[in-house]
């Protein structure tokens, strides 16, 4: 899976702000709300990429205490085992699904 995090060629460094919405998308990108990409991301690569993130601003002190507790999350969510690929994809026509229900 390639890393989608900030490119070296950016003109001034990501602010925290910018790192923190990354972590963010990622968070929701794993948690299947992107139902069309969801066959081409790894969830738990995601989950990995936003941790050395959140770490890495931790280590800058450019956390709030709020997003300190980010990384517990993350960290949790790594240890539970991924589903199967079968249940991920029923799990995703299902959010599908009851995303159209919901929508009408």
Not at 43 to 49: D, S
Not at 88 to 99: I, T
Request: glycine content about 2%; overall charge positive.
């Amino acid at each position: 899976m390639p890393n989608y995090t900030f490119s070296k060629s950016l003109s001034h460094p990501p602010t925290r702000a910018e790192q923190t919405n990354v972590v963010v998308s990622y968070w929701k990108l794993r948690q299947g709300n992107a139902v069309t990409a969801a066959d081409h991301l790894d969830p738990r690569a995601l989950l990995e990429q936003a941790l050395a993130i959140l770490h890495r601003l931790h280590d800058q002190s450019r956390l709030t205490r709020t997003q300190e507790d980010w990384i517990i999350q993350f960290e949790r969510a790594l240890q539970v085992p991924p589903p199967p690929r079968v249940m991920r994809r029923l799990l995703s026509y299902g959010r599908a699904w009851l995303h159209r229900l919901i929508s009408r």
